[in-house]
């Protein structure tokens, strides 16, 4: 199977049907995707089952796992085997997920439900342009959270409700569990602007929330979903892991979380356990474990990033831009003050209205993507000057 080439879902499908048992439940199905690495955000591996004709780059890793894993899901929650109806049930949740407000999505979800429009979507899904979402997403803390599309999928097979909703909430829960994880460790200068940015990406979500203290904590009690609480567990232990120790300050904060989510003590050492098998058995195959901090690391990746999005869009945006000097005026002021809750919200608004009509832009919608639009709102000033230096000629006129 190619992952790269067209027919590979169709492959995969036909593959699949000689193994249909791989996975006896979804705690099974969980723990398969760990050891993969597709939980953890770094995909070293995928299903046994699956037999490729190249060496496989980690994108390719990455879809393939995240096929595997929604189509076992269905397996699992639907007890049913005929792939052309979980063609269908995945192309319906992602439309309900409102990923059809994004024009290269719409295309997608609204045509024909085949394996070839499947291949566009989860290709997508996976990366963007040249790349873009994989290069940037290169840190294991927010690769990670392409895994709530799997949880979010679950939901959705066996609860009613606002889908798009509950995938914000997951998202909005594992950001601020990571924020709190590196938050207890010791003070270190590298992390502090990945601190900076997993706080100011809250506010963006949801501007009304009580972002940092410590109420996250009261909705963790109240989550009952035993493999979601698994998930953000593993995702605190992969936080505190990512400089490598374990420290006494650290582990009280894995034992606390882990309490908060109904685990006993001696689940909460297995899954420090787990992380630190993964990571010394794959060490040699994970290339970030060679740098000094992989905070710094994610932070300037993700800023050359955004920055590349911006210059490579940089006529849409500064004609969108000119239809809003409103928000160009925030976005002016947001680089001499702090901006109130009001108008945090005005600028997410705005913004993702722009996102949801230039395709390269559509990763700021989708899980994870809150991470980013703190540096797309600092950057933009910078980049596109043209637009404020007009907005502030008005303003002082």
């Known amino acids: 199977m190619n992952p790269s080439a067209s027919g590979w879902i169709d492959k995969f ?136 599309d799997v949880l979010t999928f679950k939901h959705y097979l066996t609860n009613d409700g606002n889908i798009r909703a509950y995938a914000q909430t997951m998202e909005y829960l594992t950001i601020n569990i990571s924020y709190h994880a590196l938050s207890s460790k010791e003070p270190n200068k590298n992390d502090e602007k990945l601190l900076q940015l997993l706080e100011s990406s809250l506010t963006f979500i949801d501007s009304e929330k009580q972002n940092f203290d410590g109420s996250y904590r009261e909705e963790l009690v109240q989550h009952t979903a035993v493999m979601e609480n698994q998930y953000f567990l593993d995702v605190a232990c992969l936080t505190v892991w990512e400089d490598k120790t374990l420290d006494y300050q650290e582990s009280e904060f894995i034992y606390g979380i882990g309490k908060d989510l109904g685990f006993e003590e001696v689940q909460i050492e297995a899954a420090l356990h787990e992380i630190t098998v993964f990571f010394d058995t794959n060490s040699a195959n994970i290339p970030f474990l060679r740098d000094t901090n992989m905070a710094m690391q994610f932070y300037n990746s993700m800023s050359k990033a955004v920055r590349k999005l911006i210059l490579r869009n940089s006529k849409r945006l500064q004609k969108e831009l000119s239809e809003s000097k409103e928000l160009v005026a925030l976005l002016t002021q947001s680089t001499l003050r702090e901006l109130s809750t009001e108008e945090k919200k005005k600028v997410q608004n705005q913004l993702l209205d722009i996102f949801k009509s230039i395709p390269s832009l559509a990763i700021f919608m989708l899980p994870g993507g809150a991470v980013l639009l703190p540096i797309f709102i600092k950057l933009i000033p910078k980049l596109l000057p043209s637009s404020f230096d007009d907005n502030r000629v008005e303003k002082s006129g």
């Open 13 to 148: 499908g036909h593959l699949v049907k000689a193994h249909q048992d791989v996975y006896q439940d979804f705690e099974h199905l969980y723990m398969g995707f760990k050891e993969t690495g597709f939980v953890y955000g770094i995909n070293l591996g995928i299903p046994g089952f699956i037999t490729t004709e190249h060496t496989l780059s980690e994108d390719e890793k990455a879809k393939i796992n995240l096929l595997a894993a929604l189509y076992f899901t269905f397996r699992l929650e639907q007890k049913d085997t005929d792939f052309r109806t979980f063609l269908k049930s995945i192309f319906q949740f992602y439309r309900d997920l409102a990923v059809n407000q994004m024009s290269f999505f719409h295309k997608i979800v609204t045509g024909s439900k085949t394996s070839s429009q499947l291949e566009k979507l989860i290709n997508s899904r996976v990366y963007l342009e040249d790349n873009v979402i994989s290069k940037a997403f290169n840190s294991s803390i927010t690769n990670s959270l392409l895994f709530i």
